[in-house]
Each structure stands twice: as C-alpha cells, then as structure tokens.
C-alpha cells in the first residue's frame, strides 16, 4: 500500500524513524530507510510490539483525539526521544502512525541554559548581599561563602606583621573561632597552596593543622583554596572544608571568586588603616583607646549587653621570678583564651597590663552562657600546652536587656571579677 501521501508532510531533517502500523492488529505496515537499517524490511507485516520497546509506554491513540507528542528516554543508550503519535484512515482501515526524533542534544543545550540561568540568579544573589555588607567585617563573609559553596567549614587566613590570623567559622551554631600562629617559611606555605585542588590535612604546616584539628577537622579532612592574593602588603588565603555536598563546581566561578576578593581587599584595606590606632601590639586585641570609644559611641544604645571583665593572676610573680618575656608570655596566653570566642558581635579589649574586657552585643542570654563556657574550655586546652605556663584568669560577666546603665553595669562586672578572683587565689597569694 502506497502511503507516500500521509508521509510526506512528517518528514524532517530531525526524524529519527517513521513506523506505520494497522491500529487494530498493531502489524507493521511500512518503515522508513532508518528504521530499515535497523530492524530490516522484513519486520513489515510483523507484530510492532516484538521490536519497538517504546510503544508499550505509548498514550491512547484515537481518530478524533488528533496528534499526540510524548517523549521517551533510552537510558541504555543515553539517548532522549520526542514522539509525534496519531491516528489515521486510508481505505477504510485506520492506521496508527509514530514519528520518532532524537532530541538528546537540544536536551544537552536546554540541561546547560537552565544551569546557566540558575548559576546566575544564585550569583546575583551572593552579589547583592556582598554589596549590601561591603562595609562590614570580612567576618560577615564567612557565613555566605558556607551557604554558597554548602560547606561547613571556612577559614579566613590573614598574614598580620610576624603572625598569622586565622578566623574560622563553623555553619553548625553559627560559630566563629580566632587563632593567631607565628609566621615562619612553613606557615607561610599556607598562601601557595594550589587553588581549586584537594588538599589534605598534612599538607599544612602543624601549627595551622592544630588549629584545623580544634575546629572539628580529621586526619582524613580535605581542603580547598578559594582564593588568595596580598593586598596592602598582606598576603590572605580562603579555605574551605570540603564534604559531600560541596558545590565543586561553582569553585571554578571566576566571576564569583572576583566578588570573594574585591569584598575581602576592600576590607582589608580598610582595616588597614586604623589598625594600628586601634590594636595592643603586644596581643592584637583591641587597645583601651578603641575600648573607650567603643563604650561611648556604640554600647549604650545597644538592645542587650553582657560585659566581660578580666584578670590575670600573677603575672607580677611570674615577672619577678622568671623575667618580661615570660609576663609576656602569660598575657599573650590569655588573650588567645579571649580571641577564640570573638567575632563581629564579640569583642576584646587589652585595657590594661593584665586587664581585659570583652563585650558581646545583642545576644541572649544563654548565648553569652554559652560563650562564657567555650572561653573556660579554650583557656583550659591552651593550658594543656607544655609550654610551662599555666595562665590562671579571674572573670566578672553582667548581663543586661536595654533599658540599662553602661557604667554600672561594667562596675557589676569589675566587682564579680574580683570575687572569682579571691576564690581563685591560693593562700599566701597577693590579689594582684
């Protein structure tokens, strides 16, 4: 039978292969040059059921329905179908005809422009918030990265004169933790580790591995360099914990990883400029003069406030008897015991030889609680170093919801520390 008619108005360059088959018997009545190939012209006269797997997921066909266009996956070959299905008569017999196309590569470009248009909406997304906070700390960066990348790890690390910082944040609780590490030629390996490969845990010097280990990382832990560079003459390095679910891809983002740094040098440069105004040099913590303007301009008009008072005991005792260096090296314990727990809502403050103040704003009261405990656990793991000092710090804390008075409060504060302070003293001791 001649159904050239019914068949020329199907065909296109994007035709994979034409079957006609009687709509009653379901036998094939005519198959075009690819499907001959295929199966062979004898095939015609067969039942099309026995060769063509796809038809048992075919929709109901009918006369009156008209044309009807499903798709078909070939997982075995990998390959995607758009199937032109539908009804006709000749002779008085009715016909069901199949028009198959291979759509595989039209569905390859649509798979790419819809994860092109998602990367962008993610992309503009990250952008507007970075520029929204762009004059804030690089602290408000760190939680982003985390979201955006969908890691749980993320270290800013920041070359600063003999030291490097190194701020760590922790998506689960939201947490941020402060270490400082001397500089030497293995540390400062730190800033040419390669960028967008895995690195394990080893491959860092011991005293960064140390500070990777507190944080929650494994032997086993691998790593990522977001970026790196050097600015004012300071070097930075991001790095970021790499899990399961870590968006790899989106690591190669040059567009991204521009925003990541322009964000980061802003603020370093920024920072830069009023850092040394504002930092005891001995600690890097904040010094009385930031502390005083702090107090005056910022944390009375606060909606909730806790006040940190601290002391060191006997770093008199340790001068006398072991020297300056040794003083220095009790102060400089205490204030890492202090940098630990702060961050963009937690600050420190060096206000005096042995003095320290640290002030946490607009947060709950367990929060504080909670800060206060992780400080204790800090100073208590910072005392286990066999170092031999053992750094024993006394600690007043006020808490208050606003209204409240900013002076009285950090006298409550400064008279809970000297408790603690007796009930730390051993007989015989001096109070200071």
């Not at 009687?22 to 094939?28: L, P, S």
């Not at 105004?277 to 909730?304: F, I, P, R």
């Not at 206060?372 to 170093?385: I, P, Q, S, V």
Request: hydrophobic share 35%; with cysteine; proline share 2%.
């Amino acid at each position: 039978m001649d159904f050239r008619e019914e068949i020329v108005g199907y065909i296109d360059k994007d035709s994979f292969g034409i079957v006609i088959m009687e709509a009653e018997t379901n036998k094939v009545s005519y198959i075009d040059g690819s499907l001959a190939k295929k199966y062979g012209r004898d095939i015609i006269g067969k039942f099309g059921d026995d060769y063509f797997l796809w038809l048992s997921d075919c929709p109901k066909l009918s006369k009156e329905e008209g044309l009807v266009i499903w798709e078909k996956i070939d997982s075995e070959a990998g390959r995607y179908y758009r199937i032109e299905s539908s009804v006709f008569e000749k002779d008085g017999k009715l016909y069901q005809m199949h028009k198959m196309q291979d759509i595989t590569e039209y569905m390859k470009i649509n798979r790419d422009i819809t994860r092109y248009i998602g990367f962008f909406k993610k992309l503009s997304k990250f952008q507007a918030a970075i520029l929204e906070k762009l004059s804030n700390s690089y602290y408000e960066l760190l939680p982003m990265l985390s979201d955006y990348y969908v890691t749980s790890k993320v270290y800013f690390v920041l070359q600063h004169e003999d030291y490097l910082d190194i701020t760590t944040y922790t998506k689960i609780g939201g947490q941020y933790s402060n270490d400082r590490v001397e500089m030497n030629p293995m540390t400062f390996k730190v800033f040419k580790q390669p960028v967008n490969k895995d690195i394990a845990l080893s491959d860092f010097d011991e005293s960064i591995q140390n500070v990777f280990r507190i944080s929650g990382s494994n032997d086993d832990s691998v790593f990522r360099c977001l970026c790196q560079g050097d600015v004012s003459e300071q070097k930075y390095a991001v790095y970021v914990g790499v899990w399961p679910n870590t968006d790899i891809k989106s690591m190669q983002e040059n567009v991204v990883i521009n925003v990541i740094k322009l964000y980061l040098e802003n603020g370093i440069m920024r920072e830069n400029l009023i850092y040394k105004s504002e930092h005891d040099q001995l600690t890097g913590l904040y010094n009385k003069s930031k502390y005083m303007s702090m107090s005056q301009d910022v944390y009375t008009h606060l909606d909730s406030i806790a006040i940190f008072n601290f002391d060191v005991n006997n770093l008199k005792k340790i001068n006398d008897t072991y020297g300056h260096e040794a003083g220095d090296k009790l102060i400089i314990k205490a204030a890492d015991s202090i940098r630990k727990v702060t961050n963009n809502q937690v600050h420190a403050y060096r206000v005096g030889g042995d003095e320290f103040l640290m002030v946490a704003c607009d947060m709950d009261k367990d929060k504080v609680d909670q800060i206060r405990k992780r400080w204790e656990h800090e100073l208590e793991r910072l005392n286990t170093l066999d170092d031999g000092i053992n750094c024993v710090i006394a600690v007043g804390m006020a808490y208050s919801d606003k209204p409240y008075d900013y002076s009285q409060l950090a006298k409550k504060a400064d008279e809970l520390m000297y408790e603690d302070k007796k009930k730390k003293k051993k007989p015989g001791e001096e109070m200071r």
